[in-house]
Nanobody, 114 residues
């Protein structure tokens, strides 16, 4: 079973950038649809960005033009480049892998604050 480990979260000022990474232990990473979700305090978990096995991407409207998802199948990693961060981007960010069922990472906290 695939296991996911996120890294790259932290504290950043509004307007700043962060890059999240997710490493997978699975041997068939290339077949998975990979995604980043986030959950802010008191809110439901929501999709941020997703990339399919063929490289197609989709984004939440709130992050379009600011965030970019990418994958490296050779390294079994998926990344989320986050630019022009806003306080409302503050949340725990989770890496997700989907093939037959969902697999989740443990989450990494992103705090956008001055």
């Amino acid at each position: 079973q695939v296991q996911l480990v996120e890294s790259g979260g932290g504290l950043v000022q509004p307007g700043g950038s962060l890059r999240l990474s997710c490493a997978s232990s699975g041997s068939i990473f290339r077949l998975y649809t990979m995604g980043w979700y986030r959950q802010a305090p008191g809110k439901q978990r929501e999709l941020v960005a997703r990339i399919t096995d063929t490289g197609s991407t989709n984004y939440a409207d709130s992050v379009k033009g600011r965030f970019t998802i990418s994958r490296d199948n050779a390294k079994s990693t998926v990344s989320l480049q986050m630019n022009s961060l806003k306080p409302e981007d503050t949340a725990v960010y989770y890496c997700n892998a989907y093939l037959v069922r969902d697999v989740w990472g443990q989450g990494t906290l992103v705090t956008v604050s001055s």
